[in-house]
């Protein structure tokens, strides 16, 4: 509901200001820019008003009053207001001043006539929608070439920002709308505004933001503060979580009486602040516990995100070996397999042992490197193959082997080789009719 309140208010304020009639279009253009006034107004200037013709904007009906800097009315009033803020600074000055305080009454009470007769036939007077940027630079321009640069540090900005940026900060903020055509207005600024204590007060206290009524930022924000006099100044404060008027002060004070009033709407509403920076510290507060739990959780999640990471290593590396042993082990397991087939095949190989009284018959004793000896009668005619046979079937034989002979010390080539043929028979290498050979082993 206080949504849709607010949403109303910056309806009526930019049909008012913008002077659209069909609402629709009003909210078509506000939606456009998010709800903010002061940019909807802008673009809408930027958008309308610039682009229609120069002759249409000349000819159309206008709902306010723009002097022309040239007509006799704005100089008539020009000389009225000159006349009646005549301050003397000689003696011939007090003389003029004295002698002419009757006619200063009437040209007071002439002038107040003649403001309400403009404003009864013309209606109430607002600025021409225009940029706020533009609003703002001109006003400070203009305020130094009549009032000197000393004075509150503007802020940079619309209003509305000025609000955005003391409720980011946490400060108060103090607006001053100043009227041109009002003499207290201008007292206030040469005598108040502009006098150091009470620049060096606001400048460390608030943000102060300022423009003229006669630009259309200070004659938004004069309404929406609902000013009714000049010299206007509003103060705002954060109170619960919303910028709201704290006091307004719409007279002239001197610059004593003024930083008192000031500072008692300060007291009055400090609690305020403090709260909001009290919450505001205790939520900072909180999202620091968060963030240092959440850190401390992801750093637990991380180590044991590590630890189960080093356990699966592990495992993997675990599984790796066990696969590699069991590898080798079938490896291994075959090799043996394959080796006693050969050792088989070799032993059936051998050809049946020759009778002992054969005239031929050879009795070879092999030494083996464990010191077993294995005993055979061949054949002179056998080829060495068949004693290699013999030695090579036997379990516990070397696999890689050579037959060495004694006397002469000789390796005798008994090892079959399939490309060069049947080695030489026992004959061929002078063997006698019993020898002993001896084993030896090529893998040792």
Same mark, same amino acid.
Request: with cysteine.
């Given at each position: ?59 159309? /009906? ?64 607002? /600025? ?18 009549? #009032? ?83 010299? #206007? ?20 004070? +001197? ?82 397999? +394959? ?52 030695? #090579? ?19 005798? /080539? ?8 049947? /080695? ?21």
């Amino acid at each position: 509901m206080e949504g849709e309140h607010q949403r109303d208010q910056i309806l009526a304020h930019f049909q008012e200001a913008s002077g659209i009639d069909r609402i629709e279009e009003c909210n078509r253009i506000l939606e456009q820019n998010n709800w903010n006034l002061e940019v909807a107004l802008n673009s809408y200037l930027h958008n309308s008003v610039r682009d229609r013709p120069r002759q249409e904007r000349e000819n159309s /009906p206008r709902r306010n009053i723009h002097y022309n800097s040239r007509s006799l009315v704005t100089r008539a009033f020009g000389m009225i207001q000159w006349f009646r803020s005549y301050q003397p600074q000689t003696t011939i000055g007090w003389i003029f001043y004295v002698t002419t305080l009757p006619i200063r009454m009437v040209v007071d009470n002439f002038s107040s006539i003649m403001s309400f007769v403009v404003s009864f036939f013309a209606g109430p007077y607002r /600025p021409a929608i225009t940029n706020v940027d533009e609003d703002m630079s001109s006003y400070k321009r203009e305020f130094e070439e009549e #009032f000197g640069a000393i004075h509150p540090n503007f802020f940079e900005g619309g209003y509305n920002q000025a609000l955005a940026a003391a409720k980011r900060e946490l400060v108060f903020l103090m607006v001053y709308i100043h009227s041109p055509d009002n003499q207290e207005s201008k007292r206030f600024c040469q005598r108040t505004l502009t006098n150091p204590n009470v620049v060096n007060y606001i400048n460390e206290n608030f943000i102060f933001w300022s423009c003229s009524v006669k630009k259309y930022a200070g004659y938004s924000a004069f309404r929406s503060l609902a000013g009714s006099r000049h010299p #206007f100044t509003g103060i705002a404060v954060l109170k619960n979580n919303k910028m709201s008027l704290a006091s307004r002060i719409e007279e002239y004070l +001197e610059p004593q009486p003024f930083v008192n009033r000031v500072k008692r709407v300060v007291e009055n509403n400090e609690a305020f602040l403090i709260v909001a920076r009290d919450e505001r510290n205790e939520r900072a507060l909180n999202q620091t516990i968060r963030r240092e739990q959440d850190e401390a959780f992801e750093e637990s999640l991380r180590a044991d995100r590590e630890k189960e990471e080093k356990r699966q290593r592990e495992r993997e590396a675990k599984e790796r070996l066990e696969k590699e042993i069991a590898e080798r082990e079938m490896k291994e397991k075959e090799m043996q397999e +394959e080796l006693k087939e050969r050792r088989k095949k070799a032993g059936e190989l051998v050809p049946d042992e020759p009778d002992p009284s054969h005239s031929e018959c050879v009795k070879v004793a092999v030494r083996l490197p464990d010191g077993r000896s294995l005993v055979r009668r061949f054949l002179r005619s056998h080829s060495l193959k068949y004693v290699y046979y013999f030695v #090579f079937a036997d379990e516990e034989s070397p696999k890689e082997f050579e037959l060495v002979a004694s006397y002469p010390r000789r390796v005798l /080539p008994c090892k079959p080789d399939e490309f060069e043929g049947d /080695p030489p028979s026992i004959g061929d290498v002078g063997l006698g009719k019993s020898e002993t050979l001896f084993v030896h082993d090529l893998e040792a």
